[in-house]
């Protein structure tokens, strides 16, 4: 190849130039970083049961839909319209905790449905339960509350298709802060899930027109609340809920 000889030739001449400055050896930078310490608790080496959480903040951004819909982000849980499916077993299989309350449903066994904005992080337990799981088989699910905010804050949430679909909305509010005088704080939270579906609405009239506005009931309406009376943060008594 004459033609890229002549123009090689130049190149490594200037790179293997004694003095130059291009191949001068540059100072090499070490720098340390600090340590990172991670704790958690320990737990017993010798049990067989695993624990995966998921932490609601980090999936508040996601379409979910239901309480339902944030289980079925961990591996090996299905939502389905009969229930919930962990490890593959039969809906109703698992059972639905909170502070110690089974939250199933006696005739079905169905997981009530909690808003997803009076909840800190989800737990699910599988494996070889230990006794302080009792009475399922698939699994348990644990739903951790929100604390009490020391200071009275609030958050509100709307999802909706915008009308080019279903008539899909799902509205949520959240009020938290301390009770005055007392060392107690209140968590209130509700979620409307309301859904006109793509089945024919065999219902009345139940709409109304005001200020160009449409207001009222749809073919699906579903509403879930939660109230919470707990002890503020490094405090300990009863809690009601």
């Given at each position: 190849m004459p033609s890229v000889a002549p123009l090689l030739f130049p190149i490594l001449l200037a790179t293997t130039a004694?003095?130059?400055?291009?191949?001068?050896?540059?100072?090499?930078?070490?720098?340390?970083?600090?340590p990172i310490e991670?704790?958690?608790?320990?737990?017993?080496?010798?049990?067989?049961?695993?624990?995966?959480?998921?932490?609601i903040g980090a999936v508040r951004g996601l379409p979910l839909q239901n309480l339902d819909d944030a289980w079925s982000l961990q591996a090996?849980?299905?939502?389905?319209?009969?229930?919930?499916?962990?490890?593959?077993g039969r809906p109703g299989a698992s059972s639905l905790w909170m502070d110690g309350i089974p939250l199933d449903e006696p005739i079905r066994h169905r997981a009530?449905?909690?808003?997803?904005?009076?909840?800190?992080?989800?737990?699910?337990?599988?494996?070889?339960l230990e006794a302080a799981h009792g009475a399922t088989l698939a699994g348990t699910l644990r739903l951790v509350p929100l604390p009490p905010?020391?200071?009275?804050?609030?958050?509100?949430?709307?999802?909706s298709d915008a009308r080019t679909g279903t008539h899909h909305d799902r509205v949520g509010a959240l009020a938290s802060g301390p009770v005055p005088r007392t060392r107690y704080g209140l968590v209130a939270a509700a979620?409307?899930?309301?859904?006109?579906t793509h089945l024919p609405n065999a219902r009345g009239r139940s709409r109304r027109d005001?200020?160009?506005?449409?207001?009222?009931?749809?073919?699906?309406?579903?509403?879930?609340?939660?109230?919470?009376?707990a002890p503020l943060a490094g405090g300990r008594g009863p809690v009601l809920q």
């Open positions: 004694p003095g130059d400055s291009a191949v001068a050896p540059q100072p090499r930078i070490v720098r340390e970083l600090p991670v704790r958690a608790k320990l737990i017993d080496p010798r049990s067989s049961q695993t624990l995966r959480t998921t932490e090996g849980v299905v939502a389905s319209p009969s229930g919930l499916t962990v490890r593959g009530m449905d909690v808003p997803l904005l009076a909840l800190s992080q989800l737990e699910l337990t599988t494996g070889a905010a020391a200071f009275w804050t609030g958050r509100t949430s709307w999802s979620e409307a899930l309301l859904d006109d005001l200020l160009g506005s449409s207001f009222g009931w749809r073919a699906d309406n579903r509403m879930s609340g939660s109230l919470r009376l």
